[in-house]
């Protein structure tokens, strides 16, 4: 980690810990038991996931997508859904198109590729001053609920590396954003680091195996959304519970990002 971000993280450390006192957020007391899928919610799954987003597609972003390179697309996607699963899986790590976290760190250091670093909306803070359902986050330094949130936490730190960061409230937003990376700069790979529940990480890899993006999902613990339904009133904003990210999951996500290469002049794209 270079100097610069230890100082970062720090401060922040810091800070955090004064307003845990001053200041505490609601979080989850107990960590719920929940199955990362459901049974019944897992048979199909390749199927469902494919008639969710053409269905909700409501801008025809994967469809206009698509088109650009419809036979080149298509054989990626049949080659994934021929495999039994679309990622490698450690854990709460969920692999695409990488063997482990050492694979992404090189990736990131010695391909100049396009970074996107993105967190599902649903494990913001209630108290989220940008709100939650929102691809906002006002991340201010002197917020007593930025300075605790570990979206905030992360984004000080990525925001001085090449990372493009991104606040996810729906999968078609995700989408459009690595199909619009990936077609504007047709030459650089396009590698992600994303938070989301075990369900979205499991059901929508086959399109980013389709458009050649590699990265790691971090997988959701909480009150995760785990059958269709919960998915889609999600997707809709309706998200009472609150998702997290567990301590050693968080530990992963900060060694990945303390290793992006430092800004040059802002990432954008």
Not at 210 to 226: E, H, P, Q, S, V
Request: aromatic share 10%.
């Amino acid at each position: 980690m270079n100097e610069k971000l230890r100082i970062i993280e720090s401060s922040w450390d810091k800070r955090a810990k004064a307003l845990e006192k001053s200041h505490p957020l609601k979080t989850l007391k107990t960590l719920p038991k929940m199955e990362g899928i459901t049974s019944s919610t897992a048979k199909h799954l390749k199927a469902k996931g494919l008639f969710y987003l053409i269905k909700h597609d409501k801008n025809k972003i994967f469809l206009r997508y698509f088109f650009k390179k419809p036979l080149k697309y298509a054989a990626s996607l049949i080659r994934s859904y021929l495999k039994p699963l679309s990622f490698s899986r450690n854990g709460d790590l969920f692999f695409y198109g990488l063997e482990d976290k050492d694979s992404f760190k090189w990736t990131a250091s010695a391909q100049d590729p396009l970074i996107i670093l993105g967190f599902s909306y649903c494990h913001k803070p209630f108290e989220c001053p940008s709100g939650r359902f929102s691809d906002q986050c006002q991340n201010m330094e002197d917020h007593p609920v930025c300075n605790q949130c570990f979206i905030g936490k992360c984004t000080a730190l990525a925001a001085h590396t090449e990372a493009k960061i991104l606040y996810i409230p729906t999968i078609h937003y995700i989408g459009e954003k690595i199909f619009e990376a990936t077609h504007q700069n047709p030459d650089r790979q396009v590698l992600f680091l994303i938070t989301a529940c075990e369900l979205s990480l499991t059901m929508f890899g086959d399109w980013g195996n389709m458009i050649g993006a590699k990265g790691i999902g971090i997988r959701l613990d909480g009150r995760i959304c785990n059958t269709m339904r919960a998915f889609k009133l999600s997707e809709e904003g309706i998200k009472p519970g609150l998702t997290v990210v567990l301590k050693d999951s968080e530990e992963h996500m900060l060694d990945l990002i303390r290793s992006l290469p430092p800004s040059r002049t802002g990432a954008s794209f």
